[in-house]
């Protein structure tokens, strides 16, 4: 006999007493993620897949919408391309995995697993771009990619991650550069309207920055530990891949010049950074743009009642018009059971349907983020539960930027600044030299480090750790 | 200076003098595929990945309309795990990338690429799946796998492909060899519905089926060429991999019990078989449920006639109403140039406007399958159109059934039977013995096959090859 794993709802520790097992226990027990016999690697199991499927059709909507077309590049890349660009395989070279034998035999050359692309689309490149005329070349992958991390968390940071990476060729720096702020404007976008998820968007200090890039940008959420969350990043990787992979054009003035390139990327860690910061001690809370069932109808059948069925399929039906509506008829489960199974699972609003709902011709709807219940006529269910989603979509983004900014603190002078840092509370905003050793200094001091780089700083104003002159405002972090 | 490699359309052999070559030159001048540094690898790039979402949607729409779901399964898989299952790692492992060194350090087990989820998804089931209430578990994902093949053409037989791989587990043999057909009738309803690629589906024959299934059944197309590809495979595992995985449940009568599990596959050497049945001499043709652009609008410039691009911007925005539409504007491209590139590209419908058209308030409508054209007046030109792209998704499969019929010769005794596969037209149907041995024997004689079982034998019929009672009825060909 197998051992009785029995599926009943299990005990989530509070999220405020341990994050981290919090969000281990919501991933697995709400059946999003599940570990795989890799050390690091998971499974996205199919609720947490239908989730992504609802983010990526965000991101895929607006990447076609400016212009960019999904093509597929191949896993496998040969170690002596991959080598091309220096900094960039120094970078990537310590997390490669690689590939030694194939078809019985041993390979003449390793080849690696993509870590990212640039390598393998910048060969492609300099096959297909001659002219100006072939310029912009906007394309993007839906891929997976490998990194042998040492520490992972279910999609936060794991091995094996479904991403997309687009990567763009321009003949000029400046429509590059417009590039990689136009997409990175779409990740603040569907951060904040679809995932509800407020971050702060802005330049990565050289540390920091993408092994090869000219600049990186990014956006940064913040989570309920204060740490931040690196949801997206948009890099100008200048002429560094271009040279390297040897691309280039014949410009309309006939000289042969080296095209701009940039790339961007967002992976299924902004899932996880969503499970973060929207969920509480009940589990998973999902912002209605991306539930899988935005709605569930759970009838509470009664015998002798052969009403509640018909009636709750009835409600389903008519709500299915204007959302995503699931029907838990399930008859070896009780209500309260579902209850918590759906709030575990965190579907925005629940419908309550019983015998006295029917005769009465009402519903008791429950919103899941504020855990609250009212009773509505069933004629008015519809509207009501429509302007609900709206509602509960705009709450939570009130509610995590509410937060983030509670938890974002200015510095000015060295003292303040280590405190607020040293309290890991969320965000210290301060003014900055720039300095890539006052940065590790910062590092090594209390594990934080810059997050963006938010333009300039105050006249006048001098490095809050270090005293140098300020060049820039920062914020700055611990970082998962 | 880069050597000036001109974009113009270069010269596609006839398709009936090489179809090797014309489906190579097809696949590079009609920017579908390149070649990638890896050899056996290619690039899927922008417009056959556009065909290829087309084609997934078509897919992924029917799995999840029979109450399947996706997830994403990890890529890499323990050696250790791989061999539970005696014949499937026999049948797979001749074709395994191995991964043995990561992060700077060589591995204590090689991991293997998936070149099929069986084995990793097995052991998840096995974790999942308690009770006959966790029956039946239906998930498919979409997702890259890499078999080291030898000869490798584009899309066709490539060492990483993209597909889709059904996997589900039930409580009853009989569940699951119904959703083993219910998966195959899928396969036949869009490879010829969509793709307009008819298929003869059937069982494969001991030698032919999947490494590790009780029984495998296929959809095979007829190539022109007179070979069979095999274009979706299904298969019923039976208790194989319930036993190697140990994936058992509670049945409503107490008893523990394995699972009957099925798996069942797509790759996107489906596109290949649509590039070589529909394509002619002027390149690809593309079947208008797959296209990604059903209509192409090609304005005719004309000095001081300002009136033709604004009229065929119009014309181009009413038929987004009911078409995909692109309007190709180009100014650096001459007209008859356009005409030729999107003949190569496979365009379904193209249409012309001249200064003529406008003032005579007409359009000529060009139909890619039959390169006919027409002329008809400009307020009727989307209800003809409309009728066009009904026509042409008709008449392709029409016009492909007839070639595969007219190339499917019955046979029922020895030299009429070696004299048809020796011909080399396409299938051959005849009595089988349905012995392993007498199929080897076809194979070393006339490079043939079965490619599927369909049915019985006629009573009292004899083999066709070798005269010992014949068991069935059986499609032979030569395959890629």
Known sequence: ???????????????????????????LQAQLADYAPVRGCIVMRPYAYAIWELITAEFDRR??????????????????????????????????AWVTEGG????TERLAIRPTSEAVIGMMYAKWIQSHRDLPVLINQWANV???????????????????EGHTAHATREEAAAEVQQMLEIYREVAEDVLALPVISGRKSENEKFAGALSTYAIEALMPDGKALQAGT???????????????????????KHVWTTSWGVSWRILGGLIMAHGDDNGLVLPPAIAPHQVVVVPIPRKGADDVLPAARALADELRGSARVHLDDRAEQTAPWKFNEWELRGVPVRVELGKRDVDAQVVTIARRDTLSRETVPR???????????????????ARARADRDARTIVARDHASFLAALRAQQGFVVAPWCEDAAC?????????????VIKGGAESGASCAFCGKPAKVTAYFARSY
């Open 379 to 397: 004629a008015e269910a519809g509207a009501r539960i429509t302007a609900l989603l709206a509602e509960i979509q705009a709450g939570l983004l």
């Open 104 to 107: 019985g035999e041993r390979l």
């Open 146 to 164: 490998v990194r042998w991390e040492k520490a992972t968390r279910p999609f936060l940071r794991t091995l094996e991650f479904l991403w997309q």
């Open 439 to 451: 940065e590790l200094e910062i590092k090594a001091q209390t594990g934080a480090v810059t997050r």
């Open 234 to 256: 948009s890099h100008e990787l200048g002429q560094n891949f271009a040279r390297a992979y040897d691309i280039t054009f014949t410009d309309v003035d006939e000289q042969t």
């Open 63 to 96: 990447f076609k919408a400016t212009g960019h077309q999904n093509a597929y590049f191949p896993l496998l890349i040969p170690e002596s391309l991959l080598v091309r660009e220096a900094e960039h395989v120094e970078g990537f070279a310590p997390e490669v």
């Open 1 to 27: 006999m197998k051992e009785a794993a029995k599926k009943e709802v299990q005990r989530i520790p509070p999220k405020a007493a341990d994050l981290s097992e919090w969000y281990t226990q919501v991933c």
